[in-house]
């Protein structure tokens, strides 16, 4: 199919669904794109993983009360992140052990719930691998606020969420909670997560918070060019690959994933300064130092 084709069909009556999953695809991407530069900051891709199980309940919930999935996502991703949060501050127990036992826990009271549901079989396939059919447009509007809550909060806050990814104790010693800012990274984590799910479904949306940053991470030392590029790259990366699943007829959010994952594996190879490949082909030069005495990675920069 041809970009041609395919805005006469954005444009086709018939085919509103479609514009409208390519309207959360991107707006999705770009919020998990931000969110996920902490994520990777901090190492912690295990919480976007565990708050993906972790909205199972309110989803089903939502369905067997036939109202939104996203806000019923949202509620129960929101109160296990509390609880997380609440009960990592007990150092006694490793935060990815208290993330492990609320993420199996939740995922199966999601699925003891949707079982007493008849017909729960489908929808179970459609929110474990996404769909672009049938989004309703109230998820629509409730996407778009709660990306600019998200993006609002990410403003706001961006200066203590650094400190606090880069340096917990420090962060303490300069008086800032940290408690209350791991509570706020942990509701914009599964935000994002909930807004995701209808395109990507809970198998794959991991991916769109680690693998754009991650991309976004070789690419530059600078954070705030980072935070832009992130964004750039899971916004490009839905649109292309709702655009070759729309073509091929192909899962759109595998589709999209497998777009992001050629984008880091590009970014890993041919990054300009930390690229496998390029740092080999500048090693001939003098530039870089052998394998026996590699040259340390820069810090990344906290500059905006």
Not at 16 to 36: D, E, N, R, T
Not at 41 to 62: E, Q
Request: charged letters at 10%; hydrophobic letters at 55%.
């Amino acid at each position: 199919m041809s970009i041609t084709d395919f805005l006469t069909d954005l444009l086709n009556p018939d085919l509103a669904f479609l514009p409208k999953a390519l309207a959360i695809a991107v707006m999705s991407s770009v919020v998990c794109g931000v969110v996920g530069c902490y994520v990777v900051l901090r190492g912690m891709a295990f919480i976007g993983d565990a708050v993906a199980h972790a909205v199972f309940p309110g989803i089903a919930v939502a369905f067997v009360l036939q109202g939104s999935l996203v806000l019923g996502g949202a509620v129960a991703g929101v109160a296990t992140a509390l609880l997380i949060a609440i009960f990592s501050q007990n150092r006694r127990v490793k935060e990815d052990s208290i993330i492990g036992v609320f993420l199996v826990g939740a995922f199966a009271l999601g699925i003891v719930i949707i079982s007493q549901a008849p017909g729960y079989a489908g929808s179970l396939q459609q929110f474990l691998f996404g769909s672009i059919t049938g989004i309703p447009d109230r998820d629509l509007y409730v996407v778009g606020g709660a990306g600019l809550v998200i993006l609002g909060l990410v403003l706001a806050l961006h200066k203590e969420f650094v400190a606090v990814c880069l340096d917990r104790e420090m962060s303490r010693a300069m008086g800032l909670s940290v408690f209350w800012l791991d509570i706020v990274l942990y509701v914009l984590v599964t935000l994002a997560v909930v807004i995701s799910l209808q395109t990507i479904g809970n198998i794959l949306v991991l991916a769109l918070l680690i693998t754009p940053a991650a991309a976004a991470r070789l690419l530059t030392d600078r954070l705030g060019v980072m935070m832009l590029l992130a964004p750039l790259i899971g916004g490009v990366s839905a649109i292309v690959g709702l655009y070759l699943s729309w073509s091929y007829d192909t899962p759109v959010g595998g589709t999209i994933v497998l777009v992001a994952t050629a984008v880091f594996l590009a970014a890993w190879l041919f990054a300009p300064r930390h690229g496998l490949l390029t740092r080999r082909w500048r090693r001939p030069g003098g530039h870089e130092l052998d394998d026996e005495h590699p040259s340390p990675r820069p810090a990344l920069s906290q500059a905006r």
